[in-house]
């Protein structure tokens, strides 16, 4: 059965306290994988896509990788602004299938 | 550019009332449509998807439909809503199946 999962649930670091957030997948005919941003009482808001193993995208101090079986989010000396719940995505032939995502608090 | 439009935002309803949500997009055609909803503190799970007029696939059995009766046009529909109905609800779309999909803002459906 495809799945995504990641960890942590949540995350709490002080302002320029970099860290990773983890996403893995089992999911057969990957078409991608995606990274959202979500704020509270929003619809998720598209980050990047990842297409094969090794590639990597950057925007502002987000740095999204990919493996095999994960995919990484990398937040460099993150800012207060950066608090958000971040969900990954895997695509199949027909569908994204979301993790529960990570909730990410940065304190000042 | 694309945009997606989700209305109401906020939607408070009694319990055995019919249920009507409708997601429009601009800017593009033949767009992939999704019904996401969305739990407290939960992932996105996915409802319904459509890959074209008239053409629905359902994720989960319950007591909600999906009707898509134009290219750009998505319904979500109940005709008597129940309290485990309650949720966020999120309109998605996207260019191929299992590609990027661009959310709109959502409505946040009370059942009381």
């Known amino acids: 059965e495809d799945q995504v999962t990641q960890s942590p649930e949540a995350l709490r670091l002080q302002e320029g306290e970099s860290s990773s957030l983890n996403c893995s997948y089992t999911v057969s005919g990957l078409r991608g994988l995606f990274w959202y941003r979500q704020d509270p009482g929003k619809g998720p808001e598209f980050l990047f896509t990842l297409y094969s193993a090794g590639e990597e995208k950057e925007k502002e101090r987000l740095k999204a990788t990919l493996t095999k079986k994960e995919s990484f989010l990398h937040i460099t000396a993150p800012k207060p602004e950066d608090s958000a719940t971040y969900l990954c995505?895997?695509?199949?032939?027909?569908?994204?299938?979301f993790g529960q995502g990570t909730t990410l608090q940065v304190k000042p | 550019s694309q945009t997606i439009h989700q209305w109401p935002a906020t939607l408070v309803q009694p319990v055995g009332s019919p249920l009507s949500l409708e997601c429009t997009v601009e800017?593009?055609?033949?767009?992939?449509l999704y019904w996401y909803r969305q739990a407290a503190g939960r992932g996105l799970q996915l409802l319904f998807y459509?890959?074209?007029?008239?053409?629905i696939s359902s994720e989960v059995p319950q007591n909600l439909s999906a009707s898509r009766p134009q290219d750009r046009q998505f319904i979500l529909s109940s005709k008597k809503l129940l309290l485990s109905d309650s949720g966020f609800y999120l309109c998605?779309?996207?260019?191929?199946?299992?590609?990027?999909?661009?959310f709109g803002q959502g409505t946040r459906l009370t059942v009381v």
């Open positions: 995505a895997s695509g199949n032939t027909g569908k994204l299938i």
């Open positions: 800017g593009t055609s033949n767009p992939n």
């Open positions: 998605a779309w996207s260019v191929d199946p299992g590609t990027e999909a661009f």
């Open positions: 459509s890959v074209g007029i008239g053409q």
